[in-house]
């Protein structure tokens, strides 16, 4: 037992040092990025009518005239503490304006994530069980139109639908969680749902064709001619068997919309993290997007390891060699 | 009263609706009537409908299939009259079925005791303590020596013939009236097939189980059925105890299906090169070893080829015969040293379908294989070479435009013997070039290795799990267990008297399955 034990440890280990790596390695070629980008934020934050001196003093206060690696490591230090430094376009530091737009993104995401799983699960099991037809011919053909609509014409569908034709939300209204935490989550139901929806689709996509697969294996017969029901098969065997799969798709989601949504944001006006890259991007603010970049990095690379862990969970044959 | 008959299928068909309301029958007013207690065969060519009529009798049919008339009477009662729930509910309770492939069949997320489990659970036996129990002696009963630890394992842990006991454990867990036994023993080797064969047979009379047993292997049903009934084109054409199908048959097409299984090496009276074992090796290795990642196949093993030599390599499946070819071979890095004379060896696999590529012409494969033994010249003279290899291989019709799904396996399997050749080399390996072919195919391929051999003078490795071919064939012979060698000499004395236990267990296997 001790073996196998060792063995599960041992994945787990490789796959965080594999994190690790692959964090450092984001963050050096950051860096490295935005030290070969011509320009520095000494020159943004003061602007095009600053004398040369003016930057240069600003250079030595943020440490830009030290040598790159010097830089680098500082730079690195700080992150790891949590101090990105200070955005050049907004003044304050980095690691607090992300924190600030963190829980529009991350709400969105948690709504964005429940209403993936809630929908595409249940349709993709009715449209597995009987292959081609009609229920499962609806749900195809709603899944290929869902996939093809771009997002800002979903969103602009759905703000015509319900808010001017049905008056039922107010588009561009934000309230603080810490305001009140229920209008918080209502003002981002309807954003997270255009987010979710081409989501959906694709997990469907996925999912049907999975299940379908199940459906038709060996051990699925073997179940049958155990005398179990349809329902049963369906939960004891064709739903974790897919999960093995998915759980790698749904990762995949996750950190897709975790990233921040540049235009579902920009059309509820939400103060989130798609919206505060664009600014960054437009400002040229090097602190802020390299920041950004860490961020992301840091979440794709999290969720991967999750999703590694999960499916070593889930699957003995990955744990249990 | 019991019904005298178990089981009985009357009249029953069954087909399949195609496209553009086409319809395929596939089960033609098709009669069969099983008596209790007893071992019957179903045999048949494939496409037959064997495997329709398990599928039929527990209502396991894919959703496309349309039963048009007949009945199912199981016990006295209609299957096909009753509800689904009803049916399923005689499903692993009076009616029992295990497939061929034991490999997938077991959920691998789950441990063999949570596969078992859920009969229980379905059939409604509620203690938790009572259904480990009765899981565990029935694991005992199919001859797992420690089936505690069994209990706990996962499927992916267990070798296809443990599975296949698994799978007969759940299907004989609720001591059903009937097992449908649909080709279970088509994906073991034969040591595993007797073993699991003396098991349904111990099940048959210990639990008072009736056996429907489908098969193609037909030395299976001879030495398992009481009965065989014989299939084609979806009704039953003969039936009846299984001395007289195999040995006298009356129905012309059962005497067709005996003659084309029926491989007799022996009367084929091949005539291979002599051999001179003093001669140096064509081949050696010594100490090798291969294995996948870290898990080791084969261990410290030596091999010594001589010229003009068949060479027979033998061994119960998993035991590293394939690795071993593959690594002398080169396609698999190795430990060890492995001198070859006269460059790489030639290669001949099983499955001639997926060794050629489907997308190019019989004359590219040929070119193919003449450009990477580099012994290409002028066009001229490479045509001429090309054409002459596939003369001697038996392809008088010379058909180098034709794609290989034109071609018969046995063409296919000549195929790759040609490309063998026109690199003219010291040793073929063929790996079980004779078991995806028919009896008939299989013998003309037999016949043309012998020529090569003979007149060639080429030396031959040869992997077979049939050992009539090994014995008329090679005259010296490895037999490999686990990754090693466990015996190797004069196959006239070892086929005969081994002494190691794996040469044992082959032979054993053999005599009980071909009754020899």
Known sequence: ?321 | MRPSRLLEIKNLCLGFPGRKGTYTEVLKHLDISVRPGELLGIIGNSGSGKSMTALAVTGLLPREAIITEGEILFDGEDLLKMKPRSRRALLGNDIGIVFQEPRTALDPLMRVGRNLEEILTVHGVKDKEERRSKIISMLSRVNFDDPEDIYDRFPHQLSGGQRQRILIAGAALLSPKLLICDEVTSALDTVTTVEVLDLLRSLCIEMKITILFISHDLSAVENFCDRVMVMNDGHIIDCDNTYDILHTPRNEFTAQLLENAKLNPHSLNLVTADCDYSASPVMTGRSLSVGYGKKTIISSMDVDIFPREILGLIGCSGCGKTTLAKAICGLLPYQGEINIKGGRPGTVFQDPVSCLNPSHTVLWHMKEALRASGRSKDKASDMELIDKVLVEVGLESRPLNRYPNELSGGQRQRVAIGMCLIAEPELIVADEPFSSLDATSAAEILKLLAKINRERGVAILLISHNLHIIRALCKRVIIMNRGSESETGMTSEILKSPSSIAGKALLEAERKLHGM
């Open chain 1, 1 to 321: 037992m001790r073996g196998k034990n060792n063995s599960t440890i041992r994945y787990f280990l490789v796959r965080l040092i594999e994190l690790l790596i692959t964090l450092l390695l984001v963050s050096f070629m950051t860096f490295a990025a935005f030290s070969i980008i011509p320009g520095d934020a000494a020159s943004v934050i003061l602007g095009p009518d600053a004398t040369p001196a003016q930057v240069e003093n600003l250079r030595q206060e943020l440490g830009l005239d030290k040598p790159l690696y010097v830089q680098y490591f500082s730079w690195l230090l700080g992150a790891f503490t949590g101090n990105l430094g200070k955005s050049a376009a907004f003044g304050v530091s980095v690691s607090e304006l992300i924190a600030q737009r963190l829980p529009v993104t991350l709400g969105m995401s948690v709504i964005a994530l429940i209403m993936v799983v809630v929908i595409s699960y249940p349709t993709a099991l009715i449209s597995a069980r009987r292959p081609g037809r009609l229920a499962d011919q609806i749900c195809s053909v709603l899944g290929h139109v869902l996939f093809a609509i771009p997002p800002f014409v979903l969103s602009l569908v759905m703000i015509l639908l319900t808010s001017s034709l049905f008056g039922l939300v107010t588009v561009g209204r934000y309230t603080k969680p810490s305001e009140n935490f229920f209008s918080f989550v209502g003002c981002l139901l309807l954003p997270s749902f255009c987010i979710a929806l081409p989501k959906i689709a694709m997990t469907f996509k996925f999912l049907r064709s999975t299940m379908i697969e199940q459906n038709a294996s060996d051990h699925v017969r073997t179940a049958k001619s155990h005398g179990l029901s349809d329902l049963m098969i369906e939960f004891r065997h064709v739903l974790p068997n897919s999960n093995v799969s998915a759980i790698t798709v749904i990762s995949l989601v996750l950190s897709d919309i975790l990233g921040g949504s540049l235009i579902v944001e920009q059309v509820f006006n939400l103060p989130g993290l798609g919206r505060l890259l664009l600014t960054g991007i437009a400002r040229r603010d090097f602190p802020l997007l390299s920041g950004m970049i860490l961020y992301l990095a840091l979440i794709t690379v999290l969720l991967y390891f999750l999703a590694d862990i999960l499916t070593a969970i889930a699957d003995p044959r990955i744990r249990i060699k």
